[in-house]
């Protein structure tokens, strides 16, 4: 995987962590839209390098979230469109608890 050949470069360069992404090009990638849909890849990069993996590709279910993190899956999780489509999103999840000196800004 030509993935895994730039990830551990990165790595030898001193990169502080590698970010899968598809960029948005699903018509030249041929992804298919679900949770998690890059996850599969960003786990397979982490499994060969020893920096941190982010990933992002619709993951807003907070409890599928944090199952890949506990589960040494992905490193780190990017989160977008939920917040795109409300930024008071994870505020209503109930799930997590919001500092007070954040609170005032919502």
């Known amino acids: 995987m030509n993935s895994i050949i730039l990830a551990k470069k990165l790595e030898n360069l001193g990169v502080d962590y590698i ?3 598809s960029g948005g090009i699903l018509t030249k990638t041929n992804l298919k839209f679900y ?7 960003a786990n ?6 020893k920096i941190p993996v982010r990933c992002s590709g619709m993951l807003s279910n907070l409890n599928y979230a944090n ?5 040494r899956k992905i490193d780190c999780i990017a989160i977008a469109r939920a917040f795109l489509g409300n930024p008071f999103w994870l505020r ?6 919001i500092p ?3 609170t005032r800004g919502i």
């Open 44 to 49: 397979t990069i982490k499994q060969n390098v």
């Open 35 to 41: 949770n998690g849909f890059r996850v599969k890849y």
């Open 67 to 71: 199952k890949l993190i506990m589960n």
């Open 100 to 102: 007070p000196q954040y």
């Open 92 to 97: 209503k999840t109930n799930k997590v608890k």
């Open 19 to 21: 970010c899968v992404s």
